[in-house]
């Protein structure tokens, strides 16, 4: 790791950033590409949730290393290249019910949009009537949703079933991801796929609206 992702990658783990948005175009100016600046300050999410789940840091750290990491997502936003957007078809997005992480989230609807996806964001802790009513509303051809605790990780199943209710499953994919989705949650409440990351979700969209 080169030396400015590891700077980003520790002050946004220390919670010593002061103006993230700085530093990240800092280091685009010195050379570091987009993608791994994401990477970097994914792999500081992930210690700061360790140190959480450790009682090292509080439920204020969790916020503040959210706000410093949506102000570096932001400053990145125009080098995650812009395709043509809204060609490629319509896909609902959203965190689910229950839950309000929403950084992976926007991250996602960001890429899908640059890559050419019309991107209809609901935001978060969206109830399953709300899902079934875009896609109506928008005639989407899919679904992502984003879920990070594993306790909601049950609404999941609940949109699925919102969706086959209104007689729309067959005609949609769904795709899922967020910190606590694994395979086994793709296949016990029936969506199609799941994405690890924002390129795997691009890629996983990609392969299905071409
Ligand atoms: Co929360 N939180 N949090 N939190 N938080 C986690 C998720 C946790 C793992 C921390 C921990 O204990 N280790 C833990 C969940 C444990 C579990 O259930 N397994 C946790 C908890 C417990 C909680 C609260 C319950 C704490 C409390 O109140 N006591 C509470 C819940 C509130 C609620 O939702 N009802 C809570 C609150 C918060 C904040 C609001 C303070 C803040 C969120 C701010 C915000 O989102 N605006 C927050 C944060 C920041 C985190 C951690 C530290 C970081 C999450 C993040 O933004 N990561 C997180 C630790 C962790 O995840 N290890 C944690 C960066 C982001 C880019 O990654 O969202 O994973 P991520 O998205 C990735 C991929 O997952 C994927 O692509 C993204 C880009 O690579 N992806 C998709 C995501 N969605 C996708 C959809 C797709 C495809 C890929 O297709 C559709």
Not at 75 to 89: I, Q, T, V, W
Request: glycine share 12%; with cysteine; aromatic share 4%.
């Amino acid at each position: 790791m080169g030396e400015y992702l590891e700077r980003v990658k520790r002050v946004l783990a220390e919670l010593e950033a002061d103006d993230m948005g700085a530093l990240v175009r800092e280091a685009l100016d010195a050379g570091e590409e987009a993608a791994d600046l994401l990477g970097a300050m994914g792999e500081a999410m992930v210690e700061v949730g360790r140190r959480f789940e450790e009682g090292e840091y509080f439920l204020a750290d969790l916020v503040l290393a959210g706000e410093e990491m949506k102000e570096g997502i932001a400053a990145l936003e125009p080098f995650l290249a812009a395709g043509d957007r809204g060609a490629k078809g319509t896909v609902v997005l959203c965190t689910v019910k229950g839950d309000i992480h929403d950084i992976g989230k926007n991250l996602v609807g960001t890429m899908l949009a640059s890559a050419g996806f019309n991107v209809v964001d609901l935001g978060v802790d969206v109830a399953p009537e709300k899902v079934v009513d875009a896609v109506k509303a928008n005639s989407a051809q899919a679904v992502g949703l984003s879920v990070l605790l594993t306790t909601m990780v049950g609404s999941v199943g609940e949109v699925v079933e919102s969706l086959k209710g209104a007689g729309l499953r067959d005609s949609l994919k769904i795709a899922v991801g967020g910190a606590c989705v694994t395979d086994e949650v793709v296949e016990r409440y029936g969506a199609d796929a799941m994405g690890r990351d924002a390129v795997e979700a691009v890629r996983i969209f990609s392969g299905w609206m071409a």
